[in-house]
T-cell receptor
Framework: GAVVSQHPSRVICKSGTSVKIECRSL??????MFWYRQFPKKSLMLMAT?????????EQGVEKDKFLINHASLTLSTLTVTSAHPEDSSFYIC?????????????FGPGTRLTVL | DQQVKQNSPSLSVQEGRISILNCDYT??????FLWYKKYPAEGPTFLIS?????DKNEDGRFTVFLNKSAKHLSLHIVPSQPGDSAVYFC???????????????FGKGTKLSVKP
């Protein structure tokens, strides 16, 4: 099946610093990548959708200047949490969808646990 | 306003018995539904899906049933195994929903515990 990786799996940072999370599709070309955030005991919240080579589309309430998304290639998307604060601590998950795969099926990465001190 | 609802936060089942996980949706524009399984600190894993043109899809021990008139779907796991213990998310999508083709709307999940 399609494999999506995320790096790092866990990151702890100080308040005010920026953190970059990478999402890679390992065995397919991801024309679209999604970034989700999961709060404890809550569902996955879609933050943004990015298509390769174009600007990301952010969901309502998600600050695009705080959560910078770059989808520079068909196998890599990055999420940068700028000037992180403790309330940004969460589990961030990416997913990817490729043109050669069934249109609506998304494959998820293993997630990144961000802790901001 | 939740468009995909999983009203049971948890479910406990004995090994070998059937597990039935339920999901309701409110948006009649949804036409594709998926179930994902998620272990703690991992990303969701795709399990099974169903298109609105069908009312049943089966894959091994997993069967998804769709009742469009009731806007309800369910995932049946039989026989249940201890390794099935995880959180199960129901997700829905509409090809013309929200202007973003293929975006998934997730329920809050149901934690399944299968006891040996």
């Amino acid at each position: 099946g399609a494999v999506v990786s995320q790096h790092p799996s866990r990151v702890i940072c100080k308040s005010g610093t920026s953190v970059k999370i990478e999402c890679r599709s390992l065995d397919f070309q991801a024309t679209t990548m999604f970034w989700y955030r999961q709060f404890p005991k809550k569902s996955l919240m879609l933050m943004a959708t990015s298509n390769e080579g174009s600007k990301a589309t952010y969901e309502q309430g998600v600050e695009k200047d705080k959560f910078l998304i770059n989808h520079a290639s068909l196998t890599l998307s990055t999420l940068t949490v700028t000037s992180a604060h403790p309330e940004d601590s969460s589990f961030y998950i990416c997913s990817a969808r490729g043109a050669s795969l069934f249109l609506l099926e998304q494959f998820f990465g293993p997630g990144t646990r961000l802790t901001v001190l | 306003d939740q468009q995909v609802k999983q009203n049971s936060p948890s479910l406990s089942v004995q090994e070998g018995r059937i597990s039935i996980l339920n999901c309701d949706y409110t948006n009649s524009m949804f036409d594709y539904f998926l179930w994902y399984k998620k272990y703690p600190a991992e990303g969701p894993t795709f399990l099974i899906s169903i298109s609105s043109i069908k009312d049943k899809n089966e894959d091994g021990r997993f069967t998804v049933f769709l009742n469009k008139s009731a806007k309800h779907l369910s995932l049946h796991i039989v026989p249940s195994q201890p390794g099935d213990s995880a959180v199960y998310f129901c997700a829905a999508s509409g090809t013309h929903y929200g202007g973003s083709q293929g975006n998934l709307i997730f329920g809050k999940g149901t934690k399944l515990s299968v006891k040996p």
